[in-house]
């Protein structure tokens, strides 16, 4: 029955967009990174991006992050500028306590600006986290 399945809350676990510094081609890039701030690991982790709006969309890129350990985040992808003109979505799945769980979370577009940027603390560097 209906009430018998049990769809698992995602908490601790974060996508953000980070503002950093490339050295190869000396400017600023957009990297998107998940972030397990959980206490425990997270195994088989899957992140699915793409970018759209109303009549425009990026290709859809699938990333296979593996197993997290607790307190770590690793890079996704870098995200062209001309991509934050269309909402961002990641979808991610990972398992945890034996469980499966799956989250999505989007950047709307044109959030992504250096106006918006706070500070992430488990990387300690400035960025902006996903809805």
Known sequence: MKKDIEIPVVKDVHV???????EEFL?????AYILNDRK???EMTMVVSKGYDQDRKSSTMRHGIGDME???FRKIEVVQEDVLGLNNEFFVTFYADNKLYEKRFVFEKNTVTENNLVNIQLIDKEGIFAK
Do not use: C, H, M, Q
């Open 16 to 22: 953000a967009i980070i503002r950093e510094w490339n």
């Open 70 to 72: 607790p307190k770590s």
């Open 27 to 31: 400017d600023k890039d957009w990297n």
């Open 40 to 42: 425990t690991a997270i």
